[in-house]
């Protein structure tokens, strides 16, 4: 599904990614954890595409394909979809206007023509009512004034209506409670399939009770420094970061 | 010959046209004698820093169309907002088009300005009403001179006038370059609400200037909806003079969607003679290329507890540019003022511009008012956001930018003009999504 090699990555000519190599194949979860600005969330936002973010070196393939000269819409057509880690308020576009755009303007890419309003509908009321969302909630304004749990769950909800083949959930545990974190692990859950795969990015283990990875990688200074099982997630809850920096140093 | 020096000459030529022993005549005889004194506003003018009429006045116009055209409704519906029942006064080439419109005596007078002027049943309004409230400046002066025709609109009290009246000046390219001076009169009375639907639109690309003069007298709880819809064609230059007198408890809105035009000047006044007056007056702008509008807006408040509610966005690409001049006085009387203003300006190009200049003149000393002018680029972070789920990125900028304005749009009460506004913009931006609202 998708191979990274030897990612360097860097803005505005500072050095985040220095040298990644990722094999997450269809049907695994996998989970990227480490501490702050160790290059998680650029990890995530390059493989997405954000413009600013300029590959040096190496590449990222997606079933097979390069995908470094594509844009952010391109390589959402092909099925890459991330789910923010501060999802950006848009006032004045109502989330199930967003949807809707999103979902025609990915089957016109595909050269399929808009789906019928009927289907449409269909879909929103269910991938809602799986992610408990109020009907309500669909016709405000895109994240605005949302809760952070609220957000959340929207980028899930999304996550649901374009079926992604692989998905990168960038912190979607932050600012979640108890309930709405088992709310959103569900909705993942039952997203899962042989055919996509998921790589969750987060600082804390609990998210992984719900989601359990296949494998874990630490990320530290712009590299994976670890790789392990699920165990590896308890290991760092239990004892922290700094023995693996440690190890790194050594 | 300077146009100016034309318009003066044509006045004797126009005389032979109209009654000269009517008490409006002397109005058009002190009126060409302002415009002689006058002229047109120079860039010296404070009003008119920013905009220079002079790439518009060069050119060598026909005063009066010497020829008559037709036109077939089927070739000019899209102009319309067909798909709702209205009244219609239709202008081809300034001349009264009976054909295409469908005017009304049925309790209410929803007809000509030409048969106001020179029936005796108007009288009474016409002495009471016409150029009461334009004011003394050249370009007003000079459409009070020559006015002639237009549309008269005239709501009797308690009326509730179902269907909107829609108001088009058409030109045909019959000259090869036209100034309209259209002159329209709109007087609804005590508790009657009417709704009013204007455009300008030339069919060719010969040179037109429209110097238009519209007063409205919105009377004791009247309520008056005005919607001018500005799309023309990049040859065609607009000078827009509206002039709305409101009595006690009325409610008066104007919007303005200007899309398109060479050079579009709104001179847009609200008087507020009496107390519990809501004035609303919003805007949506969307240009490119090297088109130019300015919006220039006047609220005086007089009496007390009255509200004024401004709101103008702008979108400029290419190297269009952009004025907001946004007045509002407040007399020492007119405690309990509720007045906002606000003017936001997303520039797409690097060459586009703003001049954007609130101007608060208040004596008053227990009011509320408020404005606000912001100038940005569309949100990165949003774009990538957009991006991300599928949204290419022209429709993703387009899907920003109608977000942007589209709050203008939660005043107007037509869907279908909604509706209109919504194709148009996306139009406008390039795209073809839907816009739900």
Same mark, same amino acid.
């Given at each position: 599904m998708l191979k990274i090699n030897n990612l360097h990555a860097s803005v505005e000519d500072k050095g985040i990614l220095k040298g990644i190599d990722l094999e997450v194949k269809a049907g695994e979860v996998h989970a990227i954890m480490g501490p702050n600005g160790s290059g998680k969330s650029t990890l995530a936002s390059v493989i997405a595409g954000k413009e600013e973010y300029e590959v040096t070196e190496g590449n990222i393939l997606l079933e097979g394909e390069d995908? &470094? &000269?594509?844009?952010a819409e391109e390589r959402a057509h092909k099925g890459v979809f991330l789910s923010f880690q501060y999802p950006v308020e848009i006032p004045g576009v109502s989330v199930t206007n967003f949807m809707k755009t999103a979902i025609n303007e990915t089957r016109k890419a595909k050269g399929l023509e808009d789906m019928p309003a009927k289907d449409m509908l269909k879909m929103i009321r269910e991938k809602s009512e799986m992610l408990e969302i109020d009907r309500k909630f669909l016709s405000r304004s895109l994240n605005e004034g949302f809760s952070g749990g609220e957000k959340k769950r929207n980028e899930i909800f999304q996550m649901a209506m374009l079926e992604p083949k692989l998905a990168i959930l960038d912190e979607t545990d932050s600012g979640l409670d108890i309930d709405a974190l088992r709310i959103v692990a569900n909705g993942v859950n039952k997203l899962k399939s042989k055919d996509n795969a998921v790589i969750v990015i987060t600082h804390y283990q609990r998210l992984l009770d719900y989601i359990v990875p296949d494998y874990v990688h630490v990320l530290h200074n712009g590299k994976i420094v670890k790789s392990g099982t699920a165990a590896l997630a308890h290991e760092l809850e239990a004892k922290g970061y700094d023995w693996i920096k440690e190890e790194v140093n050594a | 010959m300077e146009l100016k020096e034309k318009l003066v000459s044509s006045f004797m030529a126009f005389e032979n046209t109209v009654d000269v022993d009517s008490p409006v005549h002397d109005i058009r005889t002190e009126a060409i004698k302002t415009f002689e004194t006058e002229g047109f506003p120079s860039k010296r003018q404070e009003a008119w820093k920013y905009t220079s009429l002079n790439s518009v006045l060069k050119h060598d116009y026909s005063v009066f169309p010497k020829h008559e055209n037709a036109l077939e409704y089927k070739d000019v519906k899209k102009y319309f907002i067909h798909e709702i029942d209205c009244y219609k006064i239709i202008f081809i080439d300034g001349k009264y088009s009976s054909h295409l419109s469908q005017t009304t005596h049925d309790g209410i007078d929803v007809c000509l300005m030409s048969a106001a002027l020179s029936k005796p049943k108007y009288r009474l309004i016409i002495e009471n009403y016409? !150029? %009461? =409230?334009? @004011? %003394?400046?050249g370009l007003s002066s000079l459409n009070t001179a020559f006015s002639a025709e237009g549309a008269y609109i005239h709501i009797p009290k308690n009326k509730l006038v179902a269907k909107p009246i829609q108001i088009i000046h058409f030109s045909t390219g019959n000259e090869a370059a036209l100034m309209l001076q259209p002159r329209n009169l709109v007087v609804v009375d005590e508790n009657s609400h009417v709704q009013i639907i204007e455009r300008h639109q030339s069919l060719t690309d010969n040179p037109v200037l429209t110097n238009s003069v519209t007063e409205i007298f919105a009377n004791k709880r009247a309520i008056v909806d005005f919607y001018k819809i500005q799309n023309d064609n990049e040859n065609a230059s607009l000078i827009d003079n509206t002039f709305v007198n409101q009595k006690q408890e009325s409610l008066a809105k104007v919007h303005t969607f200007s899309f398109g035009g060479k050079l579009i000047r709104n001179n847009l006044n609200f008087y507020q003679n009496g107390e519990r007056i809501d004035s609303t007056m919003k805007g949506i702008t969307i240009i490119g290329n090297k088109q130019h509008v300015d919006h220039n807006t006047l609220v005086h408040h =007089?009496? @007390? !507890?009255c509200e004024s509610h401004q709101d103008y966005k702008g979108i400029f690409d290419d190297s269009s540019t952009g004025v907001f001049n946004g007045k509002v006085v407040v007399e020492k009387l007119a405690q309990k003022t509720n007045a906002f203003q606000a003017n936001n300006n997303i520039l797409i190009s690097d060459k586009a511009s703003i001049n954007t200049k609130p101007q608060l003149e208040i004596f008053a000393d227990d009011v509320k008012c408020s404005h606000g002018c912001t100038i940005g680029q569309l949100d990165e972070s949003a774009m990538f956001y957009l991006r991300s789920r599928g949204i290419p990125e022209k429709e993703a900028r387009a899907l920003l930018m109608f977000a942007f304005s589209n709050n203008v749009l939660d005043s107007v009460k037509i869907p279908e003009i909604k509706n209109r506004i919504t194709k148009i913009i996306a139009k406008k931006l390039g795209v073809n999504i839907g816009f739900d609202l």
């Open positions: 995908i &470094e &000269e594509l844009a | 016409f !150029n %009461k =409230i334009a @004011p %003394k400046d =007089i009496e @007390p !507890n």
